[in-house]
């Protein structure tokens, strides 16, 4: 397999070519590149020269976005050979992150599901299978995305901290207990949360649905939890969406417990991600199948919460048996969400540099076993309500939410197809302002060094400030 690619050429088809490669499987590599790529603009056309296993291949398009498109399509299907990979999967040349943002965008435009899932096809040569999926989640979302105001926002809390790593994974900052500056970072938090507040407070918004992940939130102390959560259920009314990820259970007390129902949290994770004991080791989880069954039963039995549980498909080691006894469970349990991923090999996680190829299963396993996944959870009454696709996929399939009718976190829903404002504290987080029709986005980025972030907080509040200003415009 080849690795690495670098391009040097214009910005616009730049982006198109890092997608491209991305769903080829490449990382972008400057020092040691399998792959070379190198554009110019002529006239107003592009041409892009890739040269690699000695060979050199030459693709031209006009200077539009159709023709960005061109290219990189051409691209996919040309690297994606080289790589021994089926160069028209069911996604065909879709490399986008969020497929449903586009399908809402073609309903807007084409004015129904039927005719938005007709263009995707004709542009990109979809499957029919999963247009079907497409087609079942947009008409999930559709109320969800339809009528919201200026004022409606979301909020999130990012703690990009957790107590062990999960080989996989790519998301935290670091571990939680190893980290010096705890006592800042959660003065800084609250500074950040309580900010949000005023905003609320200033602009009048309506808060929809509030959202506290990672990372692992539950692998703050108590105390800690507690206070950050407490300065959280200010910001929401009672009775609206409030989810934390609790998906690890070995970070959760009964204390931490107490404070969700004080709080009035009304959902959270529970992540299995398998229900293997050996795969779990494998992976670097710190609990084992027995801590998931010990807090699935204390959550039924002492809470009213609603359950979100993660699973991955294409871990080392994994089976096809080992989803059928993880759908076992789900079906015997049924909490109200699931979500099935599929293994992603993220650049700086530890699975990537431990080179376990060999120890993934191939593409085509994955495959089925998402696939026996959706069948098993639509035949026990689950039906998809979001879906987005990372880069490095095994198969280049996709991640999807499922939900029991009616029960779905709506927070995932505004998250995953940008229509709403969501406004976000702490480190690696991102506030996105949105305004329909065209739902073009300001932004900011938190830092995700936590020690720049609880060093330039102030600023970075002011910031925040400025944006929030000129997006609700007070005098
Ligand atoms: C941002 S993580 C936070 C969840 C929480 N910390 C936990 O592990 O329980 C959300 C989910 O993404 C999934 N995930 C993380 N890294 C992944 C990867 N490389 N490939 C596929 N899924 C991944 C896992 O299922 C995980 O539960
Ligand atoms: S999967 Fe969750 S617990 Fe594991 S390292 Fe990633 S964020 Fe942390």
Redesign the pocket.
């Known amino acids: 397999m080849l690795n690495g690619y670098h391009y040097t050429g214009p910005l616009p088809l730049g982006s198109v070519v890092a997608h491209n490669c991305g769903a080829a499987g490449l990382f972008s590599d400057p020092l040691n590149p399998d792959v070379l790529l190198v554009a110019v603009e002529e006239g107003d056309c592009y041409i892009l020269i890739v040269s690699v296993c000695g060979q050199e291949r030459r693709f031209e398009g006009p200077v539009t976005s159709l023709g960005r498109r061109k290219i990189g399509q051409d691209l996919l299907v040309f690297l994606r050979e080289i790589q021994g990979l089926d160069p028209y999967n069911e996604w065909g040349t879709m490399v986008g992150v969020r497929p449903t943002k586009l399908l809402h965008k073609y309903i807007d435009t084409y004015g129904s599901i039927e005719e938005a899932t007709r263009h995707i096809r004709d542009e990109f040569s979809v499957s029919k299978e999963k247009l079907d999926t497409l087609a079942a989640i947009g008409a999930y979302q559709r109320p969800y995305v339809e009528g919201i105001t200026d004022k409606d926002i979301s909020i999130y809390c990012g703690i990009p901290f957790?107590d062990t790593r999960?080989v996989?994974?790519?998301?935290p900052y670091g571990l939680y207990q190893s980290y010096e500056y705890r006592d800042d970072f959660i003065k800084s938090l609250l500074l950040d949360i309580e900010d949000i507040q005023s905003l609320r407070q200033r602009y009048v918004l309506n808060v929809d649905t509030l959202y506290m992940?990672?990372?692992?939130p539950t692998v703050l102390d108590e105390q800690s939890f507690h206070k950050v959560l407490t300065s959280l259920s200010h910001l929401i009314e009672e009775g609206r969406e409030f989810t934390v990820?609790a998906?690890?259970p070995d970070s959760m007390t009964k204390e931490k417990f107490k404070s969700l129902q004080a709080c009035r949290v009304s959902r959270i994770?529970i992540?299995p991600?398998t229900m293997d004991d050996d795969i779990l080791r494998i992976i670097g989880r710190g609990h084992n199948v027995q801590d998931i069954h010990d807090m699935y039963s204390y959550v039924r039995n002492h809470t009213n919460l609603a359950i979100n549980m993660?699973?991955?498909a294409g871990l080392p080691y994994q089976e096809m048996h080992h989803m059928v006894h993880n759908m076992d469970y789900i079906c015997q349990n049924l909490p109200e969400n699931v979500?099935i991923?599929?293994?992603?090999?993220?650049r700086g996680?530890p699975?990537y540099d431990l080179q376990m190829q060999e120890q993934i299963p191939h593409e085509s396993v994955v495959r089925d076993m998402v696939q026996y996944a959706k069948e098993r959870l639509e035949e026990a009454g689950y039906v998809p309500y979001y879906l987005y696709r990372?880069q490095y996929?095994k198969g280049q399939l996709e991640?999807i939410g499922y939900t029991l009718p009616g029960k779905a976190c709506i927070y995932n829903i505004n998250m995953m197809e940008e229509r709403q404002t969501i406004i976000s504290a702490g480190p690696g987080s991102s506030s996105k302002w949105m305004k329909a029709p065209l739902f073009r986005q300001k932004k900011q980025h938190m830092p995700k060094d936590v020690t720049v972030y609880n060093e330039t907080i102030q600023s970075l509040l002011e910031k925040r400030h400025a944006l929030c200003n000129s997006f609700w415009e007070v005098p």
């Open positions: 957790c999960c996989y994974c790519s998301f992940g990672g990372g692992t990820e998906g690890r994770s992540n991600q993660d699973f991955i979500t991923h599929t293994l992603a090999i993220k996680s699975l990372q996929m991640n």
